[in-house]
């Protein structure tokens, strides 16, 4: 069975920073690329980044040279590294595994964990 469970989230003021975690039960995250996108409210779920096998990265606009994704194999977690944070990154981030087609699309994500709440206080 594979679960993925998100941790980390919270309140954080605006230019402030937060690291997630995402650690996995039933799958060694070494074998799959693993990534990150949120939901603020009323909003659809948008792609954050991904950590691929071979350890390359992608990253939304958004969030590009702000955010970093990293991964330790020996705990089966990886994380999203959240600086220079603005309001509008308030949102529920999920952590999700990549099963096949366009990396950006929800449809891409096979397995879900059920998010973490970031809110950014202005």
């Known amino acids: 069975q594979v679960q993925l469970v998100e941790s980390g989230g919270g309140l954080v003021q605006a230019g402030g920073s937060l690291r997630l975690s995402c650690t996995a039960s039933?799958?060694?995250?070494?074998?799959?690329?693993m990534g990150w996108f949120r939901q603020a409210p009323g909003k659809e779920r948008e792609f954050v980044s991904i950590?691929?096998?071979?350890?390359?990265?992608d990253y939304s606009d958004s969030v590009k040279g702000r955010f970093t994704v990293s991964r330790d194999n020996a705990a089966n977690t990886w994380y999203l590294q959240m600086n220079s944070l603005k309001a509008e990154d308030t949102a529920v981030y999920y952590c999700?595994?990549?099963?096949?087609?366009?990396?950006?699309?929800?449809?891409?994500?096979?397995?879900w964990g059920r998010g973490t709440q970031v809110t950014v206080s202005s």
């Open positions: 950590t691929w096998r071979s350890g390359s990265t």
């Open positions: 999700a595994r990549y099963y096949s087609g366009g990396y950006d699309q929800t449809s891409a994500y096979d397995y």
């Open positions: 039933g799958i060694f995250v070494y074998n799959y690329q």
